[in-house]
Nanobody, 115 residues
Framework: QVQLVESGGDLVQPGGSLRLSCAAS????????MGWYRQAPGKPRELVAT???????NFADSVKGRFTISKDNAKNTVYLQMNSLKPEDTAVYYC?????????WGQGTQVTVSS
């Protein structure tokens, strides 16, 4: 059974930082492309950042220079380090694992940026 379990969401003030984690099980983690997506109320889900199985990263323009994505194949975990957070970063953040054949989602973790 495949599971992606996100953690690390919280309420944080503007300008603050958070690190999200996504622990994967039931998949051969090292051969999957991993990503973080987010969905704010009333808006569609959007890509935040991805890291391929080979380690290449990609970021949404809105988070470039503020967010970083990394993965630890030994721990089957992908991270999203979020710095200089803004109120518009408020959303439910979802972890994603995909390859040519499969696409999996986590249950999401809430990030709220507010003073």
């Amino acid at each position: 059974q495949v599971q992606l379990v996100e953690s690390g969401g919280d309420l944080v003030q503007p300008g603050g930082s958070l690190r999200l984690s996504c622990a994967a099980s039931g998949i051969i983690f090292s051969v999957y492309n991993m990503g973080w997506y987010r969905q704010a109320p009333g808006k569609p889900r959007e890509l935040v950042a991805t890291v391929t199985s080979g380690g290449q990263t990609n970021f949404a323009d809105s988070v470039k220079g503020r967010f970083t994505i990394s993965k630890d194949n030994a721990k089957n975990t992908v991270y999203l380090q979020m710095n200089s957070l803004k109120p518009e970063d408020t959303a439910v953040y979802y972890c994603n694992a995909h390859n040519m054949w499969f696409n999996y989602w986590g249950q999401g973790t809430q990030v709220t940026v507010s003073s």
